[in-house]
């Protein structure tokens, strides 16, 4: 964690901030359908199928099988564990922001491909951070965060070091979710659906920021 570069706590952040607003929408907006992580989803779809709800059920499996292609997207432009320049990180987070805009007037008339289209744009975020990592590291939900951090304590209390930038990253993203989700609450009890272009103008923000960035180092 330590070789990472002293910028990844701020993308890291970003991106979070992304999700938070991101799933917040979700969930505020005409389905309250979270789009960020795909437990609670999964736990709905068990419910449905068992109440024999069909309609629904193809719903949330739709949820599930766009956060994947998202992340096969990003697993086909990205498709390495380490962070190293040249890699088309920015062209994910264009692709996302892309998605994002088309969700925009879907959510308008309450389409549920608007969900569709927020899930993968969170499944490709999460695994371009899962991609450039090195560790398990997530921006899309925090239980695995938490469930490390928890870690981390523990082996503090039994003497053991704590490796101080994971603890750092960790808590920056657990915070950077936080505020993303509270802000996209803010913007969607004024604009609505209006919203949703606010993480897609930060997401386009870092793709051009890091498009920038490559080229002026291979130069």
Known sequence: MTKLPKWVEVGAFALAFIAGSIN??????FEHQSVSHMSGTA????????????TSSVHLVGILVCFVLGAMISGYFVNARI?????????????E?????????????????GLYLAAAACGMQNALVTAYSGAIIRTTHLTGI??????????????KPIDSRRMVLFLVIVVGFIVGAGIGS?????????????PALICLSLAATYSLYKRRKRK
């Open 83 to 95: 962070l190293k320049l040249g890699r088309h990180y920015d062209t994910v987070l264009y692709i």
């Open 146 to 159: 938490f469930t490390d951090i928890g870690i981390m304590l523990g082996a503090k209390l039994k003497g």
């Open 24 to 29: 917040v929408i979700g969930m505020l907006g």
């Open 186 to 198: 803010t913007l969607f009890n004024h604009i609505q659906y209006l919203s949703l272009l606010f």
């Open 97 to 113: 922001t892309l998605a994002l805009v088309i969700a925009w007037p879907l959510f308008e008339q309450q389409n549920p491909a």
């Open 43 to 54: 736990t709905l779809l068990g419910n449905e199928i068992q109440q024999g709800h069909f």
